[in-house]
Nanobody, 120 residues
Framework: QVQLAESGGGVVQAGGSLRLSCAASGRTFNSYVMGWFRQAPGKEREFVAAINRSGDTINYADSVKGRFTISRDNAKNTGFLQMNSLKPEDTAVYYC?????????????WGQGTQVTVSS
């Protein structure tokens, strides 16, 4: 089992940047695929990005491609989501998540979320 804790959220103006962190504890972080998801009020949770165990395979949602960068530092048991050129529609609670294998459909482990608010 792994425990996840997001941090780094806040309020920024449109066009600004934030870097979210996902600190993992428990089982070694490099045992898991890491994903980022977000959920805005009244909307379903949506996929943002995912990165495999070694960090050499990455997927992004079309809505964030070119603006967001997912990365991980396995030595520090931490994942990151660098968010640039933020838009008001990026406003959401952002969650990090983990699953054991890339081909698993569902993420088993989730953090508590961190709020990102982008003002116009």
């Amino acid at each position: 089992q792994v425990q996840l804790a997001e941090s780094g959220g806040g309020v920024v103006q449109a066009g600004g940047s934030l870097r979210l962190s996902c600190a993992a504890s428990g089982r070694t972080f490099n045992s898991y695929v890491m994903g980022w998801f977000r959920q805005a009020p009244g909307k379903e949770r949506e996929f943002v990005a995912a990165i495999n165990r070694s960090g050499d395979t990455i997927n992004y949602a079309d809505s964030v491609k070119g603006r967001f960068t997912i990365s991980r530092d396995n030595a520090k048991n931490t994942g990151f989501l660098q968010m640039n050129s933020l838009k008001p529609e990026d406003t959401a609670v952002y969650y990090c998540a983990a699953k054991q294998f890339w081909w698993f459909q569902d993420y088993k482990y989730w953090g508590q979320g961190t709020q990102v608010t982008v003002s116009s």
